[in-house]
């Protein structure tokens, strides 16, 4: 897991592209901001107030962003292999840094914790199903036991004709939320030249392959699925 040969992981590489990233999320993603809302309660079911989260794929910043304003107790240690996505994490997060480590690189660069909870969010989709497992294995690793882990990707049906179908209605919610119609399409074609997107119940399933307890649906939006699961 060292070396980032997919090209849509090398993608967040990209400077440019890192600093305009912060603006897509919640075009693409219907109900972003409610759903990190729920993220919070997931965890904060569990969490003590002076909680130390895990959170993979950090880059960017934004849900440690909206789970730090929401918790001015919780610590946060955030991993991700793109640097540009790093900076604007921490561009982003400002004065909140004091209480964020950010770690440059794939899970095995975080600390072993033990942590409260952890978070993939917009993330995990782009791991194939082996690379997939065991990283999710190696955040459970790094968990209290019965701390929740919650995950957020891209997870819809893999069938033609229902694959374009929901294809179709990514495209459409973008165009909708005011992104630029060629924009939304070339989005489009990127996701479905991906082959590591699966149905919802393969992604069930390696979520508890990956040692994950209790694994329960709890956010679907079009091409949108996010569950939470519990360390042994
Ligand atoms: C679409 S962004 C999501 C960022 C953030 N979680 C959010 O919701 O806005 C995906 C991020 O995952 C990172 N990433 C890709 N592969 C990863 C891996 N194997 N482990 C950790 N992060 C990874 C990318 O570098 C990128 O910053």
Do not use: C
């Not at 809302?37 to 002076?50: F, G, I, S």
């Not at 899970?107 to 993330?123: E, M, R």
């Amino acid at each position: 897991m060292s070396e980032n040969t997919n090209p849509f992981v090398a993608m967040f590489e990209d400077p440019e592209r890192a600093r305009s990233y912060a603006d897509g999320p919640a075009k693409f993603t219907p109900g972003f901001s409610d759903m990190h809302r729920m993220v919070n309660v997931l965890v904060q079911e569990r969490a003590p107030d002076d909680a130390h989260i895990l959170v993979h794929g950090a880059g960017g910043g934004l849900e440690l962003e909206a789970l730090a304003r929401a918790n001015p107790g919780w610590r946060f240690t955030g991993v991700d292999p793109a640097k540009p996505m790093l900076v604007e994490a921490e561009a982003r997060l400002g004065e909140l840094m004091e209480r964020v480590d950010l770690h440059h690189g794939y899970i095995d660069t975080a600390p072993d914790g033990p942590f409260d909870a952890a978070t993939s969010l917009l993330t995990l989709h782009f791991l194939d199903e082996e690379e997939r497992v065991e990283t999710v294995r190696r955040i459970v690793e790094r968990l209290r036991s019965g701390a929740p882990f919650v995950a957020v990707h891209s997870s819809f049906p893999q069938d033609e004709p229902d694959r374009d179908m929901w294809m179709s209605r990514y495209e459409a919610f973008a165009v909708a939320s005011g992104v630029d119609p060629e924009m939304a399409h070339n989005a489009r074609q990127g996701v479905s030249g991906m082959s590591t997107i699966f149905e919802s119940e393969v992604d069930m399933r390696i979520l508890r392959d990956a040692g994950l307890t209790r694994v329960a649906p709890f956010y679907a939006a079009f091409t949108w699925r996010g569950w939470v699961g519990y360390s042994p």
